[in-house]
């Protein structure tokens, strides 16, 4: 049996702690996009319980979370398109604006928006001051509720650059009435724990955090995700025979190769071919795979139906996206959405 194993008790928890940590904001907004990063519906439950605002990636993620009957506030970070003004409307959620044009559209409609400021990413946001003050006055004449500003810290390891962009937000925030609009926020998970409090905001995007995904040992989090299989065949392969697609991994000595059912399909990717799986507490690599199997050299004390954890935990996740060259983020995003949900409570 393949599954992801999701720990509710954990992300509520880290919730929880998140708070205790960085106790001086008005809102925690928790980053449930991508499925809560391939977590699920019921850990977005859990978040919602603890986390007083909600932020996915578009809209059908918002209406998604709105028809399971979650009522938290929910703001979407992909700047809205006229064609879904009737979908924010009808399911009461906020909207992300970053462009003069659109609002000169929707001026008549009743919805929360945020407005997002570009300040170096060079994905959305207003990038020149005067659109942005135009669209902050001709908020103000309309019927939209104008409940936050915000931009993204896209280089938080570097000092320099990330006290740029607070510098350049705060330039923009300071040519309007900002004191009276009810949320500010610009530090993710990375950037809270990084960098002290940034005055003038009152909200944090909370992302990884929630989840575990932090190398920051101190804050002691705690691991919400493993990726789960079992050896579905073993067989005993003679020196110089080979294992796999062309050939793709001869063997130099016998060896006992371990066979799970979970292939590049599911997620496993060909980049993972000669990183580690754990079985019985154990690091075994993977050398081969194709569609729908993997190969894994074991050695005797491997049997049948053993489980094999292909992420055992958060920082066994972390420490494979460092060999893969990738983000933890992706590892956890990219596994096929069919594979069943075990949720620990």
């Known amino acids: 049996m393949t599954y992801i194993e999701i720990n509710l008790k954990n992300i509520k928890e880290n919730c929880q702690k998140i708070k205790l940590l960085f106790p001086n904001y008005k809102y925690y907004m928790g980053v449930v996009k991508s499925d809560a990063y391939g977590c699920g519906i019921k850990a977005i439950k859990e978040i919602s319980k603890e986390m007083n605002y909600l932020v996915v990636?578009?809209?059908d993620e918002a209406i998604k979370i709105r028809k399971y009957k979650i009522n938290?506030?929910?703001l979407v970070l992909q700047p809205l398109e006229f064609k879904d003004i009737n979908k924010y409307e009808k399911y009461n959620i906020t909207a992300t604006i970053d462009n003069f044009d659109i609002i000169k559209n929707i001026n008549n409609y009743k919805i929360n928006i945020h407005i997002k400021i570009d300040t170096g990413m060079n994905r959305f946001g207003f990038k020149f001051k005067?659109?942005?003050?135009?669209t902050y006055n001709l908020i103000k004449n309309s019927n939209l509720t104008l409940e936050g500003i915000?931009?993204?810290l896209y280089f938080v390891?570097?000092?320099i650059t990330t006290n740029n962009q607070i510098n350049k937000f705060k330039d923009f925030i300071e040519q309007i009435d900002y004191k009276n609009i009810p949320i500010i926020h610009i530090s993710q998970s990375l950037g809270v724990t990084k960098y002290p409090k940034i005055p003038f905001t009152n909200g944090i995007r909370i992302g990884d955090l929630m989840y575990g995904l932090t190398e920051e040992k101190k804050l002691n989090l705690k691991s919400s995700f493993s990726f789960v299989s079992e050896i579905v065949s073993v067989k005993k392969i003679n020196k110089n025979e080979t294992v796999g697609y062309d050939a793709s991994f001869k063997c130099i000595k016998d060896e006992i190769i371990g066979i799970i059912p979970i292939g590049y399909s599911h997620g496993l990717t060909k980049n993972h071919i000669n990183t580690n799986v754990i079985i019985n507490n154990k690091e075994y690599p993977i050398i081969s795979n194709t569609m729908n199997i993997s190969f894994i050299k074991i050695d005797d004390k491997v049997k049948l139906n053993d489980r094999v954890y292909i992420y055992n935990d958060i920082n066994h996740i972390i420490k494979l996206s460092n060999q893969?060259?990738?983000v933890p983020q992706e590892l956890m995003t990219i596994i096929d959405k069919n594979i069943k949900k075990i949720y620990k409570k």
């Not at 005067?130 to 135009?134: A, H, M, P, Q, R």
Request: glycine content about 0%; cysteine-free; charged content about 35%.
């Open 72 to 74: 938290k506030p929910v």
């Open 150 to 152: 915000y931009t993204h």
């Open 57 to 59: 990636a578009n809209i």
């Open 324 to 326: 893969l060259n990738t």
């Open 157 to 159: 390891e570097d000092e």
């Open 130 to 134: 005067e659109d942005f003050i135009k």
